[in-house]
């Protein structure tokens, strides 16, 4: 199993370019999500989705779009780099684990190698 | 989603238990605790988890508080492979912190 990889692992833009990240996960997880990490910062969730087709909005989604057109494949596009998007951006996937006893789930998460894009 | 607040570094020994404390007084009766660990720039590593009782796995040890409002990862014998970035969640969608920096020296 290769787990969780990300393409590309390094990448500069220009302001204003586009570009997609791809995020493939080899383990069915039901639930992928993307997050970035500026320096010195923790992680902060873009955007997830619970399942092929669907996609949600998480923490700073701004200037971010995704799809999930297969299940094993979650992409994050930048339509209009901005030098404020220059960031490690990190791809994660998950099962859920429903408790219907206690009414909670659990997931565990497990993540990519990152990505590192520069905007210039 | 629940806070965490976890001091920002910590020191141990090689060999030592490490203990890295958190503080998660607003987390709800079907919120679990995760651990997570960020060795140097790579993708952060999953280590534990709970949601009322103590557990333990072959990484490390979970202790909640009855109360659930904090909790304690303990590292056995930390090694120096276990200098990392440590981070606690308690939320369903695992809002990560700035975490705490365990440094270990030999």
């Known amino acids: 199993n290769a787990g969780v990889t990300q393409t590309p692992k390094f990448r500069v833009l220009k302001t204003g370019q586009s570009m997609t990240l791809l995020c493939a996960q080899d383990?069915?997880?039901?639930?992928m999500y993307w997050y970035r990490q500026d320096p010195g910062m923790g992680l902060r969730l873009i955007h997830y989705s619970v399942g092929e087709g669907t996609t949600a909005k998480g923490e700073v989604p701004d200037g971010y779009n995704v799809s999930r057109l297969k299940k094993q494949n979650f992409l994050l596009g930048l339509e209009s780099a901005a030098p404020s998007q220059t960031s490690v951006y990190f791809c994660a996937s998950s099962y859920r684990i429903e408790f219907w006893t206690s009414g909670s789930a659990a997931y565990e998460q497990y993540f990519g190698p990152g990505t590192r894009l520069t905007v210039t | 989603d629940a806070k965490t607040t976890q001091p920002p570094s910590m020191d141990c020994a090689e060999g030592r238990a490490a203990n890295l404390p958190c503080n998660h007084s607003?987390?709800?009766?079907?919120?679990?605790v995760y651990w997570y660990r960020q060795i140097h720039s790579q993708g952060p590593q999953y280590i534990i988890h709970g949601l009322k009782n103590n557990e333990t796995n072959e990484m490390a040890s979970l202790i909640i508080t009855e109360d659930r409002k904090s909790s304690t990862l303990i590292l056995p014998h930390a090694t120096l492979r276990d200098t990392a970035v440590y981070y606690c969640?308690?939320?369903?969608?695992?809002?990560f912190g700035t975490g705490t920096r365990l440094q270990v020296f030999p």
């Open positions: 383990m069915n997880h039901e639930y």
């Open positions: 607003t987390i709800s009766g079907n919120e679990y």
């Open positions: 969640i308690v939320s369903r969608k695992l809002i």
